[in-house]
């Protein structure tokens, strides 16, 4: 029986060992053979590729979206491969159905969106290729901005970093360059540029092929399940880890018909990875990077980089989008409230506005990544702190195949319910040494009316993954085959069936990863957990102002932080009573308002109750006093914010 056993067992590791020394090619075979067999909407590539009948009623039902649908440049793409790949057999109903459809900025476009990183590639990848293989004229800024593009991508990383959601369109757009572009110059950007993305992809995947990063832009969705998804397909051929996929996705028909060699991004995959990885560059070194561009196309790379509201930028946004008659887009529906005010405020507005117009930026980020076999930790390090997040993943750990992480905002038991636009309502401060994280949660005030005041902390985790589960006061360690995973709650309450914790001022959240390797035995790896110290404590400092800190001490590992008064973020927090004066409240004409707390100049913001934004000025305040005429005004409840560089008080007016 023994003898059988250990037979039994050399067989299985031999197998494993067959399976995972695949080649990339023997694994394009069995995807291809996949793909065809089982129906996807994603296969028209590789039938393309193999040279088989085409699913014409996916052909058709793509042409009939293509006036109406937001992202038909995921669509678009397709069709340029299949196109590039059929020899001519396509061209005469593809050409006019691809020539039908705009493919940059035009006037009072609001459906389609050109301006996002994954977006921009695949508009101007199938601009050039319609260019170069029909003789369709190029608008005159294409090719300037398409290499230029490239070059950033290659220089500097990508804005939408570790982007499960959008990283695999992106690609798409960069492999139709690197496959068919008659430009050799665009061909050779294309294919740095998609090896760049490709090893980001690898940087942050386990030995089981599962892949939960920090990121730019991400959706809840893609912290669900570590296979069977558009990205996962690509982890499969580059590398053979995880499970074969089934079926054709989008990214894996271009990344499986492609003729690029990537087989150095295949071999850059590590098991283990201690390291701080800085990506992009700043908002400033933008301007100048990009100051050779016509003054559209800069906007739009600003906007690829989620600049679109700073201060620093607002003014040639909302240029633009009065330029190109933009204001009714579906992207910029939470702008529109502030259409229509002269050019010059915009800048103070937006400075008022700064907990939620600033964070969207991108440009630059520093990722902790430490990786060792199937655990992983990552963090976006000091990013945003206290501001409104959109779509960023600051911190995410991966105990094998499950994703642990946190995030604010309101408690949904299905985390798909979540908003997409705003994962977190509030982004932490991170900063993570090794394999231990520190996680502090302040939220910035915001004027109450503004949809962003849920200030709840959750927590993903999910029991059923976990082979054992071990709760210890408010740390809960769990245990995936040999990968460990704890995380020390602020509370240990359950919110709609969700371990989160509500905000009273400020919360902190700890997260250590481990493994066998590292610890030897789950056992140790709690009595370690046991060991740890963890403080937090709240102090008022000689001014009077709020000082947060919290430490933790793990085996050899410390952190701490102190998070001073909120002006180190920008601003301090709100007062409802007593910080400015104003009357009369209620009032019918004229509101006057006392500056005399404020410092040389500040800036006054008035919202409504359905937060939109209807008075914004930036006045002295030497006076002491400002009139503010309201008789034009609708009855109702409104925000008046003032706001120096120092401090921001907010009051409610009633105008009857």
Not at 89 to 96: G, H, K, V
Not at 416 to 438: C, F, G, I, K, W
Request: glycine letters at 6%; one cysteine or more; proline letters at 4%.
């Amino acid at each position: 029986m023994r003898t059988l056993l250990i037979t039994i067992c050399f067989s299985v590791l031999y197998s494993i060992q067959f399976l995972t020394a695949q080649t990339f090619e023997d694994r394009r075979t069995q995807y291809i053979d996949s793909a065809l067999t089982n129906e996807s909407q994603h296969r028209i590539t590789i039938q393309a590729y193999q040279g088989v009948t085409v699913d014409q009623q996916t052909l058709d039902d793509i042409y009939a979206e293509m006036q109406t649908r937001s992202t038909i440049d995921f669509a678009i793409v397709q069709l340029v491969r299949v196109m590039m790949l059929s020899n001519g057999a396509f061209d005469s109903e593809m050409i006019p159905v691809l020539n039908s459809v705009p493919y940059w900025i035009n006037y009072s476009d609001t459906t389609r969106g050109f301006w996002s990183e994954n977006h921009m590639i695949m508009w101007m990848s199938s601009d050039w290729i319609m260019h170069e293989y029909t003789g369709r004229p190029a608008d005159p800024t294409l090719e300037q901005r398409l290499k230029h593009y490239l070059n950033l991508k290659i220089e500097y990383g990508y804005y939408e970093y570790f982007s499960s959601t959008y990283a695999p369109y992106a690609l798409s757009g960069l492999l139709n360059l690197a496959d068919f572009s008659q430009d050799q110059e665009i061909k050779s950007l294309a294919i740095a540029a998609s090896k760049r993305l490709l090893e980001d992809l690898l940087m942050l995947t386990n030995n089981k092929g599962a892949f939960y990063p920090v990121a730019g832009r991400n959706y809840p969705s893609r912290y669900l399940s570590p296979y069977g998804q558009n990205h996962s397909s690509l982890i499969w051929l580059l590398t053979g880890m995880g499970p074969a996929p089934s079926k054709a996705t989008h990214s894996g028909g271009f990344l499986a018909s492609t003729s690029v060699d990537f087989s150095e991004v295949s071999d850059s995959w590590v098991s283990e990875l201690d390291t701080v990885y800085h990506i992009g560059h700043t908002l400033e070194e933008g301007f100048v990077l990009n100051e050779d561009l016509n003054p559209v196309d800069k906007t739009i790379f600003q906007w690829s980089s989620g600049s679109y509201f700073h201060p620093l930028v607002v003014t040639e946004t909302v240029s633009l989008l009065e330029d190109s008659n933009m204001w009714n887009h579906v992207d910029f529906e939470l702008l529109r409230p502030l259409a229509g005010f002269p050019l010059e405020n915009y800048p103070s507005m937006s400075e008022g506005l700064s907990g939620l117009s600033k964070s969207s930026v991108n440009v630059e980020a520093d990722i902790a990544i430490f990786k060792s076999e199937q655990v992983a930790l990552c963090s976006n390090l000091d990013f945003w702190k206290g501001k409104v997040g959109y779509q960023q993943w600051p911190v995410c750990a991966n105990s094998g195949t499950s994703a642990v992480y946190t995030a604010s905002g309101r408690v949904e038991s299905d985390w798909t319910e979540r908003n997409t636009d705003n994962s977190n309502e509030h982004l932490p401060y991170v900063d993570q040494d090794h394999n231990v994280a520190l996680i502090m949660y302040r939220p910035e005030e915001l004027v109450s009316i503004l949809p962003f005041n849920n200030k709840e902390v959750a927590l993903h985790w999910v029991d059923s993954v976990f082979d054992e589960v071990v709760e210890d006061g408010n740390w809960l360690i769990g245990r995936e085959d040999e990968g460990f995973v704890a995380v020390r709650r602020h509370c240990t309450d359950y919110i709609n069936d969700v371990r989160a914790c509500e905000t009273d001022g400020g919360q902190t959240w700890i997260i250590v990863v481990g493994n066998e390797t590292m610890y030897g035995s789950f056992s140790n790896f709690q009595d370690l957990v046991a060991q740890s110290q963890y403080e937090e404590t709240w102090t008022i400092n000689t001014n009077g102002d709020s000082v947060y800190y919290a430490s933790i001490e793990f085996d050899t590992t410390a952190i701490d932080y102190e998070w001073g008064p909120l002006l180190n973020t920008g601003i301090e927090e709100a007062s409802e009573s007593g910080a400015f004066g104003m009357y009369p409240n209620p009032t019918t004409e004229t509101l006057t308002i006392d500056l005399s707390e404020f410092d040389k100049s500040a800036t006054i913001s008035v919202i409504n109750n359905l937060g939109q934004l209807v008075y914004s000025k930036n006045v002295s305040t030497s006076q002491n006093q400002f009139s503010l005429p309201v008789s034009n005004w609708s009855d109702g409840i409104y925000s008046v914010t003032v706001r120096d560089e120092k401090k921001v008080a907010t009051q409610r007016l009633v105008k009857q």
